[in-house]
């Protein structure tokens, strides 16, 4: 393995420069269009990874534009899947640097996508590289996946594993946390709509905040139109709030009885909201402390109670627990208003116990309860592989081994991964126990110490699954 490390640490220079390539092609999903299923952007990034993995002498290979591969093996032989994505959420704002440049700065590499999920899928690929540059014998083929729809759906891989299309023995996702997960909540994304017609002293004109509904949004904006006599009150109410200590609220007037609102917020990843400041939330508690009134005023009141800065779905009734993964999360992702109506999106995620059509049946109910309309609701079932497994004492080995952490055990997460979308696969790394993680979040970045490190595991985690 020592022979395998050096290879690996000999690549740096190439992996940075081929994570940088990769991460310059903006690729949050858009509209489809011909030969591009999930927007140009997915497809340009997909293509990208497929050219560096024909340069570095792989088989490629792309499944309906939307999923493409590199393998290495005997075509005959069973087959070890990595899966990645190569499809981002949108940059957001708060960058210190261009989000799609790749900046190099204090050992790290700054982009959208660096660590979710472009810069690991790359590490796999020269991993990958390594074994065969030292012709390490494998009885198993070696296939590395990347789907273009992971962040809003994985209907990618969904199609490429209903078109019978080739699935592995085992395999991994490096597209979560070492040491390793075996249990991932189960998701649900609800896009709703509720009635948000103008009337009163104060009037909601347009509310726009979130960029995805699977990350807290950091910024939120409304426009209002203000009746004379309450200006004045309108802002004294801003000057003298008192909110979470890391969100701020500014007011600017824009004439004529219009005034911006704005909350600035903290972002996180959908799965940990808890560790964000929600802006859309408390722009909410704001328009309902200025005395927003009439339809308006019932559909915030509506959303505030039950939903609101409430991170476990107590209010909407979802609350639930188990010992494997915790307690449910809720993030309100995006809210947006559309003439007469304001559309919103919320990210339940349930721990492993739980059924789905519990969950959904409840949803549905406080949904209606509250005035509610459901547009449209996404739903993935929780995964769970017991400790005694043999790809979770497999992984757990190589991590070990590799790591020296002798105490660290698999654990379960609030995050999806592509393990829910093909069979015998378990999210592994790439992030190491106390590295930081800024996922969805600006300036998005991996220290290349780190990436090194993962790589290595990720190496002799192929070369272990495809040995046996």
């Not at 990350?215 to 426009?223: F, G, I, Q, T, Y």
Request: include cysteine.
């Amino acid at each position: 393995m020592e022979r395998l490390r050096q290879s690996i640490d000999a690549m740096k220079d190439d992996i940075v420069a081929a994570i940088r390539e990769n991460v310059a092609v903006k690729s949050v999903e858009g509209p489809a269009e011909p030969g591009a299923p999930f927007g140009p952007g997915p497809k340009a990034a997909m293509d990208n990874f497929v050219q560096i993995a024909s340069r570095l002498g792989f088989e490629t290979g792309v499944f309906e534009d939307m999923v493409g591969w590199a393998e290495f093996g005997d075509p005959d032989a069973d087959m070890v899947a990595i899966l990645g994505h190569v499809d981002v959420v949108p940059e957001g704002d708060g960058w210190s640097c261009d989000p799609y440049e790749g900046k190099i700065e204090d050992g790290k590499l700054y982009g959208r996508g660096v660590m979710d999920d472009k810069g690991p899928v790359i590490c796999a690929l020269y991993a990958l590289k390594a074994i065969k540059d030292l012709e390490i014998p494998l009885k198993k083929r070696i296939r590395i996946l990347v789907g273009t729809n992971e962040e809003s759906g994985s209907k990618a891989v969904a199609r490429y594993v209903e078109a019978g299309q080739d699935l592995p023995v085992a395999g991994f996702t490096p597209d979560a946390e070492y040491p390793l997960i075996n249990g991932e909540k189960g998701i649900v994304i609800a896009r709703l709509s509720a009635p948000f017609k103008a009337e009163g002293d104060i009037q909601v004109v347009s509310f726009d905040g979130g960029v995805a509904p699977n990350s807290v949004p950091s910024v939120a904006k409304a426009e209002i139109l203000v009746k004379a006599d309450m200006v004045e009150r309108v802002k004294y109410t801003v000057s003298n709030w008192h909110g979470p200590e890391r969100a701020k609220l500014s007011l600017e007037d824009k004439g004529e009885g219009r005034f911006l609102l704005s909350m600035e917020g903290v972002p996180a990843h959908g799965s940990l909201p808890e560790q964000g400041v929600n802006a859309v939330a408390w722009l909410v508690k704001v328009l309902l402390t200025l005395g927003v009134t009439g339809e308006q005023g019932r559909t915030l009141a509506a959303l505030d109670r039950y939903v609101g800065i409430d991170c476990h779905g107590e209010n909407l009734g979802v609350c639930v627990y188990d010992d494997v993964s915790r307690y449910t999360s809720v993030c309100w992702g995006t809210m947006k208003t559309e003439g007469d109506r304001v559309v919103f999106s919320l990210n339940p995620r349930f721990p492993v116990s739980y059924r789905t059509e519990d969950m959904v049946k409840t949803l549905e109910k406080t949904f209606s309860d509250a005035g509610f309309e459901i547009l449209s609701m996404r739903k993935d079932e929780p995964l769970y592989m017991p400790e005694d497994s043999e790809l979770v004492v497999n992984l757990m080995e190589v991590y070990r081994r590799e790591t020296g952490r002798m105490d660290d055990k698999p654990m379960s997460i609030g995050g999806g991964t592509y393990a829910k979308a093909m069979p015998n696969v378990l999210a592994f790394g790439p992030i190491l126990p106390g590295e930081p993680s800024n996922i969805h979040e600006a300036d998005e970045c991996w220290s290349i110490e780190n990436m090194m490190t993962s790589t290595k595991i990720m190496a002799a985690a192929i070369v272990s699954l495809a040995e046996d």
